[in-house]
């Protein structure tokens, strides 16, 4: 399954006249006696040769892509891909019921599901909108009670889920929820203390409320089977006794990733006990306000050169930057170093990226200014992937890095891939010099804080800087634009991005035809999210013949009326259209603040809340 489950769930194909045949080299054949007094042996159902062919087949073929389109070949081929995956993807909740997928997909193992769409990162969605995970977990309950593995994004998760996790899937071994919110330690101190094969339990920026229990403590006793326990983003203070026990006892622990609340003499103790780490969130990274002023530090320096398999480090919530030479001893093995939370200077990054040959995937905050990007550019000759986010993201302040630093990096990176980068102030020149560079991007991501900003050395447009990478990059698949741009920008993205699938667009463009441009030539788009652009029911209303073909369009802040979401909704029955106000706005506007629109084998949602109007 791909991004959601296909619109042939309902209209099977009948199986090609090709395919309708006898053969006497099945694996499983039916001895009979003939006429003659002669033993003769009779073939199987032709479509059963088929799925047993196909069945050894189809366990090889992992890409959830070609299984969907191995899936629409025919009713053999639709029932066999069915039968035969264990690991189910649905990128929108709401695409299809719960009752759909486990009556489908008998055997999975492993589930996949995402809720609420990225901009609900930004605060543009209201609390409580929906993405429940209640019914999906009741259902899998009673159809699949051997899943293993759950990962969950942008869902709400109560803690009575996690307790019907925890009884329902007797062998269940991954957690991961990665921006979730609706849950606090009683659930997991409930799920934990009952998953007693629990491998995985991956917290990542979702929000955990303190319902004072111990959760740590909760986990069983005797020898631990987990491999990655990460909870750096919970809020509060844990139980370090009983977080030091666990660790002790989990000896096939690889990932380890602490919240602010670990001091670094904490993370020596933890170390010391897991020196087998291979990703490591270093907590605080500064000592404890109630460490004695006569204690003598630990070795830290020791302690890190000890973990020798350690290739991915981040954390640094509350870094004193006189601790950081006792990670000089890892770096030249790291691959992925993360300082996003780490609010460092270049002179003090240099020492530690000068050893960084290997480093792959690098994210920092912009205190390192464009000097540490040349430091970085001078070194990492591997680096695939690179973000850079502001410590002040307001639109007027003045952003440390610019088109120098980028520029530098695509000099001296020449490999890379992937570029989030956050910045005031940009040229034409450097977004060109990228595309050249680095022709191997797949994801191009570049923020350009300030609304409306121009190429700030020739006051041009960046609509030249944009067309070069969509021109030059010929693997990208997604991209975020900002700063001045016309509609001469999205002609470029129109013409030349035939890959993009996702495409974030912010205060950009000049009219209808901008929009327009990208729905009629972006075949592959998956993934529109707009806000604050001039877009209108016009703009809109061109997507009609793509938009059965998406997983979502996002428009907030633009210039669509409530009529022309209906034109759309009666136009397109299939499609979800879901007009949303904000939570304190009772009657809706002639002109819609936010449109959010989906595709689905369901139809309309039962769940909406009062400030969604389904169309």
């Not at 006429?35 to 959830?64: A, C, I, K, M």
Request: hydrophobic share 40%; net charge negative.
């Amino acid at each position: 399954m791909s991004e959601q489950m296909s619109d042939d769930d309902e209209r099977q194909q009948s199986p090609p006249s090709d395919l309708d045949f006898t053969s006497n080299k099945a694996r499983t054949c039916i001895v009979t006696g003939s006429v003659s007094g002669h033993t003769e042996f009779q073939s199987p159902y032709p479509d059963q040769v088929l799925e047993n062919v196909l069945e050894n087949v189809l366990h090889f073929l992992t890409s959830r892509r070609d299984r969907n389109t191995a899936s629409l070949v025919c009713k053999s081929w639709y029932r066999v891909e069915a039968l035969t995956r264990s690991e189910l993807f649905i990128g929108n909740c709401y695409a299809v019921s719960p009752a759909r997928a486990t009556a489908r997909f008998t055997r999975v193992r492993a589930l996949h599901l995402k809720g609420r769409p990225r901009f609900a990162d930004f605060n543009l969605m209201p609390p409580d909108w929906g993405a429940h995970f209640n019914p999906w977990v009741l259902a899998f309950a009673k159809a699949c009670p051997w899943l293993e593995k759950v990962y969950l994004k942008r869902m709400s998760v109560t803690d009575d889920d996690l307790a019907t996790l925890a009884e329902s899937f007797l062998g269940f071994k991954e957690l991961v929820l990665v921006c979730c919110d609706g849950f606090g330690t009683s659930g997991l101190s409930i799920f934990v203390s009952k998953c007693r094969q629990l491998k995985v339990l991956d917290l990542i920026e979702s929000e955990v409320s303190d319902d004072e229990t111990d959760w740590i403590l909760c986990f069983p006793e005797g020898e631990s089977h987990l491999e990655s326990l990460i909870f750096d983003c919970v809020e509060y203070p844990i139980n370090f006794e009983a977080l030091e026990r666990l660790v002790a006892r989990s000896p096939s622990l690889k990932k380890l990733k602490l919240n602010r609340y670990v001091s670094i003499g904490q993370l020596y103790r933890l170390m010391v006990q897991a020196p087998q780490l291979t990703h490591l969130g270093t907590g605080s990274f500064s000592p404890s306000e109630i460490a004695g002023q006569g204690d003598q530090e630990p070795d830290y320096v020791t302690a890190f050169a000890a973990c020798k398999s350690l290739v991915c480090l981040s954390g640094f919530r509350e870094i004193i930057p006189d601790y950081l030479p006792a990670i000089y001893p890892i770096c030249a093995n790291l691959t992925s170093l993360n300082f996003s939370y780490a609010n460092i200077t270049a002179e003090q990054l240099k020492p530690i990226i000068s050893n960084c040959h290997k480093l792959q995937v690098f994210w920092v905050l912009d205190s390192i200014c464009d000097e540490g990007l040349q430091a970085v550019a001078a070194t990492c000759k591997e680096l695939r992937e690179l973000r850079v986010f502001p410590v002040d993201a307001r639109e007027d302040s003045d952003g440390p890095v610019s088109e120098v630093g980028f520029q530098a990096i695509s000099e001296g990176c020449r490999k890379l891939q992937s570029i989030l980068y956050f910045c005031q102030r940009m040229t034409n020149a450097a977004v060109i010099a990228m595309s050249r560079n680095c022709p191997d991007l797949v994801v191009f991501r570049l923020c350009i804080m300030g609304r409306h900003r121009p190429d700030h050395v020739t006051g041009e447009p960046m609509d030249d800087g944009f067309g070069a990478i969509v021109m030059n990059c010929k693997k990208l698949t997604r991209l975020a634009v900002s700063g001045l741009l016309t509609d001469k920008a999205f002609d470029y993205i129109g013409r030349y991005g035939k890959l993009v699938r996702t495409l974030s667009v912010a205060f950009a463009g000049d009219s209808d035809m901008a929009l327009k441009y990208v729905l009629e030539g972006c075949p592959q788009l998956q993934k529109l999210e707009i806000r604050d652009s001039p877009f209108g029911d016009a703009a809109l209303c061109s997507g009609l013949h793509h938009y059965y073909n998406m997983r979502f369009l996002w428009m907030s802040s633009c210039r669509l009326t409530y009529q022309g979401c209906q034109q759309i909704a009666r136009a397109m029955p299939r499609l979800v259209v879901e007009v949303i106000r904000s939570a304190d706005e009772e009657e809706m506007d002639v002109c819609v603040q936010t449109l959010y629109m989906y595709r689905s084998l369901e139809g309309p949602r039962n769940d909406a809340p009062k400030f969604v109007t389904i169309l």
